[in-house]
């Protein structure tokens, strides 16, 4: 039970009834609404399972229900890995070093979600370290890992998962980019769900969003959650050769006749974290689609800003 100030945006777990009739004055009359116009006492209010928000407050208020049943928040943790990593302040990375994207950009993610996040840096190749960064990351409820997922020599993550226990159900998904992505689970009481995200960091996102985003929603208590995929108009041409399915970035705006039209953003591949930085949705070609042309739909996984107010964008890096 949480008190109002605390319910905004948590998952209620129980139904919300009206606890008299609304309105509650009795007088009838010319521009007097009567008494139980609104609603009368006993009617249900607002389902289990659905998000607390800001008029599912107001409406709380007004009925009295100061106290009310939510889904526990699940507490995520994040790191990444990799030796050639560096925090992001480095000046001047050597070659063969990078900035660390991955563990600020899914933990951004996880706040954004309203989710308690612990940001626990970046962990070496390295057996060893990354078990000890693993053990404090399974104290949470969710734990993120990137990197360290491929097939390379010094890709640790899924063997020391298993040492430490974490039953490991998903080792590979058919779909581009994000290929290497691992899901496993453990914990005795309740249970710890880990992803093992794949180190390019629009890989890590794309199976964060696609596959890790219903996953969180449904720790909270939402029932069934799918993220909504409209159809979409292209704007330019897409193509998928190959048994996964692609999801690349677009952006998404509203035409004059109010059709959502996608604008798909020119990439150069996993590692191209700019472009998703200007996407607003990926668009989603079908395994084996082959070149679909402008002018054809295609569903959208959104992403916030989806979408943007009118339809004019362009590129800025064209
Ligand atoms: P890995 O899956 O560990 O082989 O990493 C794949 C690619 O993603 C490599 O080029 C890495 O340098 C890059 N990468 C891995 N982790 C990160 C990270 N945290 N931030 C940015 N790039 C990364
Ligand atoms: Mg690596």
Known sequence: MVGLAAARGRVLREAVFADRDLPPFDRAGDRITARGAEVRAGT?????????????????????????????????????????????????PRPAQIRDANSHMIAARCRGLG?????????PDDPQ?????????????????SGGVSMGRYDYVEPVLEAAGVRLLVTAVAIRPGKPFVFGIT?????????????????????????????????????DPRSPRPSVRLLAPVTQHGPRRAFLPARVGISENGELTAQPIRS???????????????????????????GESVAAHPLPGFPDAGPGWHDPRR
């Open 187 to 223: 914990g005795e009481s309740r249970p710890i769900l880990v992803f093992g995200l794949p180190g390019n960091p629009v890989s890590a996102l794309t199976t964060f969003e696609v596959l890790a985003r219903p996953a969180l929603e449904k720790m909270e208590g939402i029932p």
């Open 115 to 123: 989710l308690p996040t612990r940001r626990l840096g970046f962990a």
């Open 268 to 294: 150069q591949g996993s590692g191209d974290i700019a472009a998703v930085a200007l996407a607003n949705a990926f668009v989603i070609v079908p395994e084996n689609a082959g070149t679909i042309p402008a």
């Open 44 to 92: 249900k209010l607002l389902e289990a399972g659905g998000r607390v928000s800001a008029a599912a407050l107001g409406l709380l208020a007004t009925v009295g229900k100061v106290e009310v049943a939510v889904g526990r928040r699940p507490r995520v943790a994040v790191f990444s890995t990799g030796d050639e990593l560096r925090h992001p302040r480095t000046a001047t």
């Open 129 to 145: 370290k990354l078990a000890e960064t693993i053990a404090s990351g399974l104290q949470s409820d969710v734990l993120f890992i």
